[in-house]
C-alpha cells in the first residue's frame, strides 16, 4: 500500500511540473511583448532549464525520470496490475500520459523550449540584465 500511496505521489508531482511548465509557457508568452510584467529570475531561469531538459528528454527518446520512479513504485507495490488507483489519480494519468503519437508531444515541446531560450536571450530577467548592461 506504500508503494502505490509514494507512486500517486510521484503522478501528483509529475502533474504539477507539467502545470509549472505550461503555466512559465504562458508568462513567457506575455513576457515577450511586456518584458517588465514577468521580470521573476528565478522562476524564469528554473522554467527555462526545466523545459529544455524535457525537450532533450524527448528528443533522444528518453522517459522522464518521474515517470521512471512512479513505474518502478508502481512495479514495487504489485507488478501484475496495470492501474489500480483512485479515480482522480486515473483522470490525472491519463492526461500526463495521453495515447497519442509521440511527434504531438515533441514537437510543441521543442518548439515551447526553444521559444523560451529566445525570450530568455532577447528580454533576459532584470537580474541579468543588470549585470550584463
Keep these: 500500500m506504500l508503494y502505490r500511496l509514494l507512486a500517486d ?22 513576457a515577450f511583448w511586456r518584458p517588465a510584467f514577468f521580470d521573476r529570475w528565478v522562476f524564469r531561469s528554473v522554467h527555462l532549464s526545466g523545459i529544455l531538459l524535457v525537450a532533450i528528454l524527448e528528443l533522444v527518446g528518453s522517459y522522464c525520470p518521474l515517470t521512471l520512479w512512479e513505474n518502478s513504485l508502481r512495479a514495487l507495490y504489485n507488478p501484475d496490475v496495470d492501474y489500480q488507483g483512485w479515480f482522480i489519480v486515473g483522470l490525472i494519468e491519463r492526461l500526463i500520459y495521453p495515447n497519442v503519437n509521440p511527434l504531438v508531444i515533441i514537437v510543441p515541446t521543442v518548439t515551447i523550449a526553444l521559444f523560451t531560450m529566445v525570450v530568455f536571450v532577447t528580454r533576459p530577467p532584470a537580474k541579468f540584465r543588470r549585470k550584463r548592461d
Design 9 to 30: 505521489l510521484v503522478m501528483l508531482v509529475h502533474f504539477a511540473w507539467i502545470i509549472f511548465m505550461l503555466w512559465g509557457f504562458v508568462l513567457t508568452v506575455r
